[in-house]
């Protein structure tokens, strides 16, 4: 199976900050990879989809980057409704794999 | 609109069964590849299992050989048989909607059903 390690696990920023969280993988998955929002006691959303790709209606001030084994998502400017957990997903192989998740506090 | 509404969860003893259906709207069903992924209490999204369009079948090594999924597309309705249960498989399960170029990649997700598994 594909191991997924996301860092870090927590942070705590200021609203307005530019925060970022690092994803790797334990094999090459090309650009297989996507990012997604959790807040609590809600599904999960779909953020980022094939490393880089904004999913329709997310706002702008996310993004994503990486290919193979090392990624990036970064929120630019955070904003309040932004706290939530986000995970990273590999979906070049199955068994399809999650990150640990790191939570955003303000 | 896209809805995924799963149901079917509670209280189960270790060893027992359960069966969690996801009545799926507002998208060519059948065309579809679907997941079950889940999540323990405080934990991450563990995926489950997952099903092509045209009924091909995965599991995780945590489940297989204890879980089934399966599909109706007259129904448009997902489901996932789950026998002998343990401790472990406590958690929200949600049902995800895959896209239609890659089924990994969950563009949907229902609202998840609470499975408790203790005596």
């Known amino acids: 199976d594909i191991q997924m390690t996301q860092s870090p696990s927590s942070l705590s920023a200021s609203v307005g900050d530019r925060v970022t969280i690092t994803c790797q993988a334990s094999?090459?998955?090309?650009?297989?990879l996507n990012w997604y929002q959790q807040k609590p006691g809600k599904a999960p959303q779909l953020l980022i989809y094939d490393a880089s790709n904004l999913e329709t209606g997310v706002p702008s001030r996310f993004s994503g980057s990486g290919s193979g084994t090392d990624f990036t998502f970064t929120i630019s400017s955070l904003q309040p409704e932004d706290i939530a957990t986000y995970y990273c997903?590999?979906?070049?192989?199955?068994?399809?794999?999650f990150g640990q998740g790191t939570k955003v506090e303000i | 609109e896209v809805q995924l509404s799963e149901s079917g969860g509670g209280l189960v003893q270790p060893g027992g069964s359960l069966r969690l259906s996801c009545a799926a709207s507002g998208f060519t069903f059948s065309s579809y590849a679907l997941s079950w992924v889940r999540q323990a209490p405080g934990k991450g999204l563990e995926w489950v299992s997952g099903i092509t369009g045209s009924g091909s079948t995965y599991y995780a090594d945590s489940v297989k050989g204890r879980f089934t999924i399966s599909r109706d597309n007259s129904r448009n309705t997902l489901y996932v048989q789950m026998n002998s249960l343990r401790a472990e498989d406590t958690a929200v399960y949600f049902c995800?909607?895959?896209?239609?170029?890659?089924?990994?990649?969950?563009?949907?997700w229902g609202q998840g059903t609470l499975v408790t598994v203790s005596s």
């Open positions: 995800a909607k895959g896209s239609i170029a890659v089924g990994g990649i969950f563009v949907s």
């Open positions: 997903q590999q979906c070049d192989n199955l068994p399809y794999t």
């Open positions: 094999q090459d998955i090309s650009n297989s």
